[in-house]
């Protein structure tokens, strides 16, 4: 195996491009990422991201990349032995680690070897499935007013944006400057008009963003309705008439993540048109007790 570390994002998106949209769904995370630090090399921290692959007889087996302070990410693969070369490296260089991202066989092995190797535990933070969307389902459009959320929507979407973070890891909070970190990027999205809202009788019900690009098809993220408007169909209506903008735009795809542990969620999206393709775990690794 050989590992290579690279600087260039440009000359790196180059190199893994053809070996990704082998598995575009199941890459589709590495894409959104690897698209904002071309367009930011800071989007993600301060630091510079690490670009790697690993190569097995010349071939490309695996990519992963990593933008400090943030976990680990891994790419799809179909040789998990690639996992235990990357790790060596990683050990190597006295890197630490929060935690690791990846389809659940690799992130599984990654996590298990990883905390064998530096004395730590693991921990679950969230169980998810990579759906992917071709066509809308037009009963899942609605007729309420969808509009793009703009600056005197501020305060409302960063509100909405800590609620979505502190629900999503509620078993397991994250750090206060991290939840900051995750609300001040909406405020770009803001700017950026990828934040969009479904209105009734004026007022906002419910919100969704347009995420990262891949080569074909669009990411679909922070889906939130607050807990006493749900059940009334808005957080559907709100992603269904998203993921159709999203296709009119050009996209062939639309993707997004579930939690498994929320079924609703899991039975609204499939609703939509979006079909399951591959589960994917996010665990952070903490120290033993002493």
Excluded at 60 to 77: A, C, D, E, F, G
Excluded at 112 to 119: F, L, M, R, Y
Excluded at 121 to 140: C, D, G
Aim: net charge negative.
């Amino acid at each position: 195996m050989e590992i290579n570390y690279y600087e260039n994002i440009v000359e790196f998106i180059g190199i893994v491009y053809e070996f990704l949209i082998e598995h575009e769904t199941e890459n589709n995370i590495l894409f959104a990422i690897l698209d904002g630090i071309k367009e930011d090399p800071h989007r993600y921290g301060d630091e510079v991201p690490d670009l790697i692959t690993v190569t097995k007889n010349g071939d490309l087996k695996l990519v992963s990349i990593r933008t400090p302070p943030h976990n680990q990410v891994l790419s799809y693969t179909n040789d998990l032995t690639t996992i235990d070369a990357l790790i060596d490296v990683l050990v190597e260089k006295g890197i630490e680690l929060p935690g690791v991202f990846g389809f659940k066989e690799a992130a599984n092995k990654f996590a298990s070897i990883w905390c064998q190797k530096n004395n730590l535990n693991q921990n679950l933070l969230m169980n998810e499935r990579a759906y992917r969307l071709e066509s809308v389902s037009e009963e899942t459009l609605g007729d309420k007013e969808f509009i793009i959320a703009d600056e005197s929507h501020e305060e409302l979407v960063l509100n909405w944006a800590r609620e979505f973070v502190l629900e999503a890891f509620s078993e397991s909070p994250p750090e206060q400057d991290m939840i900051e970190s995750h609300v001040e990027r909406r405020r770009k999205s803001i700017k950026d008009q990828n934040i969009f809202l479904l209105l009734e009788e004026g007022k906002p019900v419910s919100m969704v963003q347009k995420a990262g690009k891949t080569p074909n098809g669009n990411l679909v993220n922070l889906v939130y309705t607050p807990p006493s408007l749900r059940r009334r169909g808005y957080a559907t209506e709100c992603v269904a008439k998203l993921s159709k903008h999203l296709l009119e735009e050009g996209n062939k795809y639309c993707f997004l993540f579930t939690d498994l542990a929320n079924p609703t969620s899991n039975s609204i999206y499939q609703k939509i048109g979006y079909r399951p393709i591959i589960d994917f775990d996010q665990i952070e690794f903490v120290k033993k007790d002493s």
